[in-house]
C-alpha cells in the first residue's frame, strides 16, 4: 500500500506540474503544444537522471524512486496528450508540424534520457 501512495503522491504533483506548463507555453493561436513537448523532454531528462542515481551504487531506495520515477516522472509526461496533438496536427493537414513534433520528441526525448544516464556517471 505505501508503494501506491508514493506513485499516487509523485503523479500527482507530476500532474499539476504538467499542467501548469501546458497552460503557459501551449500556443493556442498556432496550435504548436510546446508546454506538452517542454514536459516529455525535461521528464525523459529527468527519468534518465532518477534511474542513474538509482543504479549507481542504490543511491536512491525503492521507495524515492517510485515516487520520482513511476510517479512524479509518470504523471509529468504525457503520451496520451503528445498522441491527441498529433492527431490534431493530422486532422488539419498540418503534416509538417506533424513531422517535427513526432521526430524532434523522440529523438530529443530519447538523448535527454541518455544526457541524464550519462550526468549521473
Known sequence: MKHILLVFLGGGFGSVL?????KYL????TGIPYGT????IVGSLLIGII??????NNSLSQSQTLLLATGFCGGFTTFSS???E???FLKSGDFTSFAIYTIASFVIGFLAVFLGLFLVK
Open 51 to 56: 534511474l542513474g542515481l538509482a543504479a549507481k
Open 86 to 88: 498529433n492527431h490534431v
Open 18 to 22: 504538467r499542467y501548469i506548463i501546458g
Open 82 to 84: 503528445f498522441a491527441y
Open 37 to 40: 513537448f517542454v514536459a516529455n
Open 26 to 29: 501551449n500556443n493556442p493561436e
